[in-house]
């Protein structure tokens, strides 16, 4: 079959054919349309909107800080009115004290004039109710009878209270006496631990107090004058009996 032929059929066929081949230019042309219509009369309002919401936010915030601002102005100046108050009544005050300290530096001090110009005034009993025998200012012979007295009675209270005994010093001492073993001799141990006298020592009640596997250890207590007997002195005598005392411990010390 020809080429023109082929050509002329097509062009038949399409004509035959319903094609909107200029679609997209009513469907653009529409659109616009529309959005002439609704979209930018809306996008106009919508900002307008806007823009006056934004003018008002920023009315109202600088209406805020303009107030705020104002607020702070006012109490810096009342601050400033208090501060100037408080320094101008320092000032004064200041100035009184410059004054008052001025005047005493002129004027002398009571502590200047020597006291011994100063004469004690004594008041004197009334002996016959009569004012002539009434001595204002005393006498030098009445001084000396006093300061006699005052004596006397210091000596005599320094008299007394040397008479008067001391107190004496003693404390109160529990001693442990332990023997070498089972066997030896309680009684025996108890009557060598009695036997040490010397003078401010005075023994007590005794008893034996278990220690175990069957030994017993002696305790005893005594009350001793602090400046005669001490421990020390004590243990030594009382150790001198070997045979049967093995050691000695001061359980318990109290003073009296």
């Known amino acids: 079959m020809p080429k023109q032929s082929t050509n002329m059929s097509g062009l038949i066929c399409l004509t035959t054919e319903s094609i909107w081949f200029d679609k997209n230019r009513y469907d653009e042309a529409e659109k616009r349309f529309y959005e002439g219509v609704n979209g930018p009369a809306t996008q106009q309002q919508q900002q307008a909107k806007g823009r006056q919401q934004k003018r008002r936010h920023r009315n109202s915030s600088s209406h805020a800080g303009d107030q705020e601002l104002v607020s702070r102005m006012k109490s810096l100046e009342l601050e400033n009115q208090t501060l100037h108050k408080v320094v101008v ?3 004064a005050t200041l100035q009184k004290l410059e004054s008052r300290v001025a005047v005493l530096e002129k004027s002398p001090t009571p502590a200047a004039i ?3 110009k100063v004469a004690p005034v ?3 009993k009334v002996i016959n109710g009569d004012d002539d025998d009434i001595d204002l200012f005393g006498s030098d012979e009445e001084d000396e009878e006093a300061e006699r007295i005052k004596q006397e009675r210091l000596e005599a209270y320094a008299a007394k209270k040397a008479k008067k005994p001391a107190l004496i010093a003693k404390s109160s001492i529990l001693l442990d006496v332990k023997p070498w073993d089972d066997e030896t001799d309680m009684a025996k141990l108890e009557e060598c631990v009695r036997s ?8 007590g009640a005794s008893k034996l107090v278990p220690v175990g596997y069957g030994i017993k250890k002696l305790q005893i207590s005594c009350v001793v004058e602090d400046d005669k007997v001490g421990t020390d002195i004590l243990e030594e005598e009382i150790t001198k009996f070997e045979d049967y005392i093995q050691s000695v411990d001061v359980a318990a010390f109290n003073k009296i």
């Open 196 to 203: 040490v006298q010397m003078d401010g020592l005075l023994w």
């Open 114 to 116: 020597p006291a011994a």
């Open 122 to 124: 004594k008041q004197e």
């Open 89 to 91: 009544e320092m000032r």
